[in-house]
C-alpha cells in the first residue's frame, strides 16, 4: 500500500535539509529524497559558512528556527567578523567549517528528528492531479505520494560537468544528474533557464609553503551566528593563508583561452556564470589590467590536508589547472588532490514563484535553492526553511509566511527573485538591501523575534536568550540616556588620553559615546561602573546610540514603503489589463504584459519590477483603491 505523506523534499543540500527539518518539527510527516543518503549536507564548493550579506541569512535563519548556523559554530574552525573597520551595517560574521563534521552533525541531526524518514533515491518526474501536485515519481518506478512537494535539487537538474574538452552528466564530480525531471516540470508549465557555476582545485597542504605566506588568524573572541552557542568554539581554531596569482599565471590563463582550451570561451558553456563571483579565467580576461587576483588558502578541516583556493575557480584542463598554480608563490610545488570545474543545470525561472516559495502554475509545489536561480549555501538554507514552513502553513490552512524587505534579508531576497527574476546565479550582498542601516547582523532578534514566535518553528529557550540579549540592550540604551558625566579634572585626564577634547560642562554619556574617539568601555568607565558588557552587547548598544538619528530617519523611510507593500493588488485589475474591451487606460503594453506575466500582489511589490513606470504606479494605485471602495476586491 502506497503511503501518502503531508511534505516530501526533494533533494538533500543546505535547502533540503533546512526545508524538512522545518516541515517535520512543525509537526507534518515529511519525507526527505536524496541521491545519496551518505551526501547530505555536503560542502560541495567552499569550505564555509558567512560572508557580507550571507551571514545576515544565517543570524536571520537561526532566529527563525534554522539549524545552519548553530551546527556552523559547532563545526567551526576559523572564525572572522568581516569589514570590522567599516560601518556597522556591513560588518558580517565567516566561519572555516570542518567539511566532513558539518556534513556529519547535520546528517545526524536529520536521521535523528522525529517525523523526518529518509529515502536513498532519484526522482525523475511530479505527480500533478487537477492543478495540485501529488507526488514525485523515481527512477525505480515507484510514486511516492504526498499533499505538498519541495523542490531542492540545486545544480542536479540537468546538471553537466565541464573540465576542459571533457564533459560529462553530473550535479557535482563523482554525482549523477537529476535526469527526468526538467522535462516533467517543463510539461507541467513550468518554464526554465540554463546556469552555470564552478568550483576550484583542491590542493595538497604538504606540498604548499605554507611559511613563506601571510597568515591570517581567527578573531578572538570568535564571533557566532546562532543565539544557542556559547562563546567559546568547540574545535581548535587554525589560521588560513593569503596568496596571489602573477602575471605568469595570467600569462598561462589567456594563453589556453587563446588556444580555444577554455570551456567558458570556446562556446561549451551556454549557462551565464555568477558575475559577483566569477572563474579565474574570466577575472584574468575581464580585468585584464589588474596585475594580480589575491588567493585564500583556506583548510578543509582538521582531519585531512586538503586545501580550498578561494579565488581560483575554474574549468580549464587539468594541465593548464597544474601550470597555473604552480606560478602563484607558495605553490611552486603543489599537488592537486581534485581538480577544479564548472557545472551547467537548469533553474525554474523564478518569477513564477509566490513570495512564498510556491509556484504559481501547480499549488502545492515549492521550489527552494538553487533551483530558483540562487547561489551559496546561505541563500539556499534559509529558502528551504521558507519553504518548509510554508509548505507546513499551506496544509494547515494558514497564510504564508511572508518577509518584508525592510524585515530581513530573506525578504530582500525572495522578493528580487519573484518580482525581478535572475539571469544569473544570484548572490546576497548587503547593497541589494536599500534600508542595510536597519538591517544589520547584531539586531537580528529585535527584528525578526515576533515572527519567530508566529511560526513557533525557533525553541522556547532561543526565543528567550533573544529576549533577554534585547532587554539588556534597552537597559543599557536607556542607561546611556540617562547617565550624566560631570566635568571634572580626572574625567578630562581620561577623555585626553583617548585623544579627545574635554568636557567644560556635564554631558550625557550617550552624547559622549558619539564621539569617533570614545568608545563604550571608556563611557563606563568615566562613570565608575566596572561591569563592563561582553563583546556582542557592547557593539549592539554603541550602534544604537551613535547612529540613532540615522535609524530614525531609516524607520521613516520605511514606514513610507511600507505603505505601497500594505495595499494589495485586487484580481479585478489582472481581469481589466485582460481584457480587450475594458483595459486600463495610460497602460503601456510592455508594462501590461510584466503586469500580466509576474502577478504582483501588492504596490510595492509591483513598484520593484523592472520596468514598471511612477506612472503606472499611479494609475494602479487609483485603480485599486476605487475597486475597493466599490466592492470590488
Known sequence: ?????????VGGGHAGCEASLAAARLGMRTLLVTGSIDRIAAMSCNPAIGGVGKGHLVKELDVLGGEMGRIADDTGIHFRTLNESRGPAVRATRCQSDMDRYAAAMKRVITTTPNLRVRQDDVVGIVVEDGQVAGVTTRHGEVLRAHSVILTTGTFLGGLLHRGADQQPGGRAGEAPAAGLSSSLAAHGLTLGRLKTGTCPRLDARTIAMDTLEEQRPDVPAPRFSLDSGPVPSLPQISCRLTRTTLATHRVITDAVAAGRSPLFNGSIDGRGPRYCPSLEDKVVRFADKASHLIFLEPHGLDTFEIYPNGLSTSLPPDVQLAFLRTIPGLEHVEVTRWGYAVEYD????????????????????????????????????????????????????????????????????????SKGTDEPYRMFTSRAEHRLVLREDNVAARLLPLADEIGLASLARRQRAREFEARVEQEVRWLRETRIVASDA????????????????????????????????????????????????????VESTYGGFLERAQKEVARERALDDESLPEAIFQRLLSSTNRLPGISNEVREKLLRLRPQTLGQASRVSGITPAAIGLLAVEARRLRAGGGG
Request: include cysteine; aromatic fraction near 6%.
Open 491 to 542: 574625567t578630562n585626564a581620561m577623555l585626553t588620553a583617548a585623544q579627545t577634547s574635554p568636557l567644560t560642562e556635564t554631558t550625557r554619556a550617550e552624547t559622549l559615546l558619539k564621539r569617533p574617539q570614545v568608545a563604550l568601555s571608556l563611557v563606563y568607565a568615566l562613570a565608575g561602573r566596572q561591569d563592563v558588557p561582553d563583546p556582542a552587547l557592547a557593539f549592539r548598544v554603541e
Open 1 to 9: 500500500m502506497t503511503t501518502t505523506v503531508d511534505v516530501l523534499v
Open 347 to 418: 533553474f525554474v525561472v523564478p518569477t513564477q514563484l509566490w513570495p512564498s516559495l510556491q509556484t504559481r502554475a501547480i499549488g502545492g509545489l515549492f521550489c527552494a535553492g538553487q533551483l530558483n536561480g540562487t547561489t551559496g549555501y546561505e541563500e539556499a538554507a534559509i529558502q528551504g526553511l521558507l519553504a518548509g514552513i510554508n509548505a507546513t502553513r499551506l496544509l494547515q490552512h494558514q497564510a504564508p509566511v511572508v518577509v518584508r524587505r525592510d524585515e530581513g534579508y530573506l525578504g530582500v531576497l525572495v522578493d528580487d527573485l519573484v
